[in-house]
């Protein structure tokens, strides 16, 4: 079923217009009759029926409206470090697709990557835009922000005892951060180069935790979404279940 996402939705008729009207008409070919779902910013999703298309708009019918049980029950923000090229597009729209609640790019001390004001802007406006496709794709609740570069400074203060760090010279295994036991999760991942040891000691000073993925070291696009991975699971938001342990393992850093 298409999925899309709206402000707000008038019931029991309602019309969708602009891209998402293109879409439907333009790109899927839907016909009247066929189904679809809206999800408010609220968090609810309304399980619709088209009754008319035209060129601008499309008239839908709800049928249903419940809470969208697609969302983790826990809120895991990103810290993510910016990398070189289009490896931020991969990690936003998987990130976004395993259930990250919020994407913060991060200037770190040894970030390649170090766009000025106008490339930024333009950049923020293409993230966003793929983190509202990769929540459409997985039937999300939300559409995950990414949020405006910040310095490492920042992204200490704001984490706070939240903060779980993947870190070169290693830590505890994931699955021991105290973190996971309950409330949220601030998920730091360096760039290429990974992090000074000064950067990962103003997160320990604040409270955060430094852990390890394992013995083996993981490219700087895969770390993050290694690393969501493991929390959705132990938090209990894959289907495996919860668990209290993770593998052990050695150090870990973000290469090319």
Request: hydrophobic share 35%; charged share 25%.
């Amino acid at each position: 079923m298409a999925w899309f996402f709206t402000d707000g939705v008038d019931a029991p008729l309602h019309i969708i217009t602009g891209e998402n009207a293109r879409h439907i008409s333009r790109s899927l070919r839907m016909k009247c009759g066929e189904e679809l779902t809206i999800c408010d910013s609220r968090g609810v999703r309304h399980d619709c029926v088209i009754e008319s298309i035209d060129s601008d708009s499309v008239t839908v019918r709800v049928v249903s409206s419940k809470r969208c049980e697609n969302e983790p029950d826990r809120k895991v923000t990103l810290y993510q470090a910016l990398t070189k090229g289009e490896k931020m597009e991969w990690i936003i729209q998987k990130a976004v697709e395993l259930g990250v609640t919020e994407i913060v790019p991060v200037m770190t001390a040894r970030c390649v990557s170090r766009p000025d004001d106008k490339s930024m802007k333009k950049k923020l406006e293409r993230w966003n835009k793929i983190a509202l496709q990769a929540a459409m794709q997985s039937r999300r609740g939300i559409v995950p922000k990414v949020s405006a570069l910040i310095t490492f400074g920042e992204a200490a203060k704001q984490s706070g005892k939240t903060a779980v760090v993947c870190y070169e010279l290693g830590g505890c295994p994931l699955g021991e951060a105290q973190q996971l036991s309950g409330g949220d999760i601030s998920l730091f991942i360096g760039s290429e180069g990974g992090f000074e040891q000064s950067e990962v000691n103003l997160l320990l000073a604040n409270g955060g935790t430094a852990v390890t993925l394992g013995s083996r070291i993981l490219r700087a696009e895969t770390a993050p979404l290694a690393a969501l991975s493991v929390i959705m699971y132990l938090t209990g938001n894959m289907s495996g279940g919860r668990r209290r342990s993770a593998p052990t393992g050695g150090d870990w850093r973000g290469e090319e």
